[in-house]
Every structure is written in C-alpha cells, then in structure tokens.
C-alpha cells in the first residue's frame, strides 16, 4: 500500500458511495466534537461535547483520537454514536507544548507540536513509555502526514513543508527535504490514496488561501480549492474532498475530479461555528434486504427485514479495525439518525481522565 498513516485512519475508503456511507466528524472551536451523514449534513449528533480546543481529529480501530491545545493532550474516545456514553475521554499522552495534527501509522501516532518545534512520536501500544521526538528545531509544525518511506510536516510559522525519511528518524529539521517554500501559513496534509500527491492547506488571508495539490514526483503544486477565508483541515473520502473554514463557519466539500473549485462552486456541507478539525468514517450500506421467512408474521416489526438489523447492532459493540471497521462505521450512522429522531440532547462537558504521571513528557 504506497499510502498509510493518515488515511488509514481519516479516510477509510468504502466501495459504496458516499451519500450510501460515510459519517464525517469535525470539531468546533468550543472543544465539541459532532458529526453528521455525508448524505444529510443537516442531522447533527454530538460526539465529545468538551470545553477545551480541538486541534485535529482522526480514527484508530474502533477510537476517535483528537488533539487539544488548551488541555495539551491527546485523548480518545469509543465511538458508539451516543453522546451520553463518550462525556468522558481518556488521555493517551500529555504535556504537550500546543499539539495540532497527528497521523497514525500501525501502532505509533506522529503529533506536530507547534508550541515545543518538535515532532513527537509515541507507541499507542505501550502508551506509558510517553512520547519522545523524532523530528526536532521545527518552525511552528502544525501538520504532519506519513507514507511508506516519508514523514511530512508544515512549518506554520516558517511558511514551508518539509519530509524527512523514515528510516532516519530521529533527525534535526535542517535534516528534512523542502518540498515547498515560500507559504504564508501552510497547515494540515493529507497524502492521496494513490502515494502520488500530498494535499496541503495554505492559510494566507481572505480570498488567498486554498488548498493544494503536490506532485510527489515533479514537486509542481496544483490548485485543488481555492479563494477559501480560513482552511484549516481537510479530509477526502468516496472521490470527495473535504476543508473546513473556521472563519466562514462552514464545511465545503468538492468531487476530486477537476482542479482549481473556487469557493462559490464549493458544497456547504455543514454550517457550524468555528469548525477546525475533521475526519470521516465510511460505512457500507445501511440495510441489505433479507430473505423472507415464511413462517414469520409479515406485519410484525420483530420480523422486519429492513429495520431490525441496523436496530439490533446499536447494542452490538464496535468493532476493532482489523476485524470490522465497516461495521463501527454502521453503528455510528444508525445512531446519528436515532438521536436526531430523538431529539436527544448533548450531555454535560465532557471530563478527560487525569494523565498518569509516567505518561507526561
């Protein structure tokens, strides 16, 4: 596979087609995490309701990892589509400087921590050796994407993005390959499916920033979006790209096919208040029609074909990645649609379980 890491765990590619599939997750700037069907951005169901700011948002198996700058950690979270279960999330790492962007790549995740200039790198398997860094002397790294042999990080203050060899890690930023220079406010990455671009966003003021296209091969940047306010994170899913835009308060999205989408072509998938982070999580379809059974009463609802297998996983559990991320992705939908129906309200800020003294920095 010539491209893991970030898309192992924001993409997560179904065959069906996006309107069928996918739930997207993006945070606001008020420490909430919510998300909402790809196909109907209007039906909301909060995740995490936090209170502190979330940098970046990501899945790992059947957890939802995410970053905050006030608290300076990285947590997670089980996703089981209930607000009432996820109020509380567990601290992975701690200590932090101001971490944004992570990327997880088999067991380990790569966090760009901007307040400290460094890259650090911590085992998800063995989370109370904390987090060491593998990329030092940074300027400002808010993002960070990972392939088969690279390593990717956007100095937000130094205006470049830089790669750096795997195998040579730990290493110094004067060690790192610029790929691109001369960039007001790079931030989140994202490596295409294919390994042969890398997605960057530049946020250089109203009308200016966008979000780029790298030939891994010719280093030529290509415009993918364009005359965006404030990007900050992008997410690609079903041929389908993904920004969001904290200064318009919204969630565009556009078909990969074709270059250049200004704004005003741009889908508002979302309207939100300040959204920053986003991930999305794609499922298969909801309900496959089921051979009748005919000694079963057809009008009883407990016979229902349709209805009662999406109804009957709710209680199911999620399963791990390995073994049935689809299959998380399902129960995620469901709820989002039951808690909507529902009209079920958001519970209390959620709590974050105290960092055990051998997992801070």
Known sequence: MAARGLLACALLGAASAVQDSAVVYYSNDDGKITSSPADDGS???????GDGKISYVAFSGDDLYFTDRVYNTLSKLAVQGDASKNASASVVFGGFGEPHDFVVEGSHVYVADKGKGNVMRGD?????????????????????????NYLYVSENTGGDVKRF???????????????????????????????????????????????RSLDLDTFASTDVLTALDSPNSIAAADEMIYVTDDADGAVYRAALTGVSHPKKDLEVFVKAAAPRAIAILAAPALATTASA????DPDDASSDANGAPMLASLDGGVAGLSGGAAAAGLLVVAAAFVAVAAGRKAAA?????????????
């Open 43 to 49: 039906q909301v169901a909060t995740v995490f309701p």
């Open 124 to 148: 998800l398997s063995n989370a109370t050796n904390g987090v060491t860094a593998v990329v030092t002397g940074l300027d400002g790294p808010v993002g960070v994407a990972v392939d088969d």
């Open 165 to 211: 060899k795997l195998e040579l890690l730990p290493a110094a930023a004067a060690d790192g390959e610029t790929l691109v220079d001369g960039l007001t406010g790079p931030r989140s990455l994202l490596v295409a499916e294919t390994g042969e671009n890398l997605y960057y966003v530049e946020a250089a003021g109203t009308g200016v920033s966008a979000v």
């Open 293 to 296: 059974d005919p000694s079963t």
């Open 349 to 361: 800020p959620g709590t974050y379980a105290a960092i055990p003294a051998d997992e801070s920095l």
